[in-house]
C-alpha cells in the first residue's frame, strides 16, 4: 500500500503526516509560530520549543534539578519540601491545617 505524502505547496517538501506538515506550513506562514523568548528562535509548535529549549538553553534540565518550594504564605524559597514544612510549622502554625471543622 502506497502511503500518501503531504507536500508543502511553498518548497515541496513531503511529510507523512498531516499534522507535520501543518507544523511546517506555520515556517512560511509565521503563523502560529512560537518564538524563544530567550535568542527568538522560531519552533512549529510546543514540543519543538521543549527540546529547544532543553538543548540549547538547558531550562528543563535546571527546572527539574532545582524544583523550588516556595512558602505560598510569606514567599520564603526554601531548599528542600521537609524545609518548607518545617518553616510552615514554626512560621504559619495555622496554615498547617488545612481543613477547617
Ligand atoms: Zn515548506
Ligand atoms: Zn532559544
Ligand atoms: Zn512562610
Not at 527539574?64 to 518553616?87: I, S, V
Request: net charge positive; charged share 25%; proline share 1%.
Amino acid at each position: 500500500m502506497m502511503r500518501r505524502f503531504q507536500a508543502c505547496s511553498y518548497c515541496g517538501k513531503t511529510f507523512g503526516h498531516k499534522q507535520k506538515l501543518r507544523y511546517h506550513l506555520r515556517l512560511h506562514t509565521g503563523e502560529g509560530l512560537l518564538h524563544c523568548g530567550v535568542c527568538g528562535k522560531a519552533c512549529t509548535n510546543a514540543y519543538d520549543m521543549k527540546e529547544h529549549l532543553a538543548s540549547v538553553h538547558g531550562e528543563t534540565a535546571k527546572k527539574n534539578r532545582r524544583k523550588q518550594h516556595d512558602c505560598t504564605a510569606c514567599g520564603t524559597r526554601m531548599k528542600t519540601a521537609k524545609a518548607l514544612e518545617a518553616h510552615l510549622a514554626e512560621a504559619h502554625p495555622d496554615i498547617g491545617n488545612t481543613c477547617e471543622e
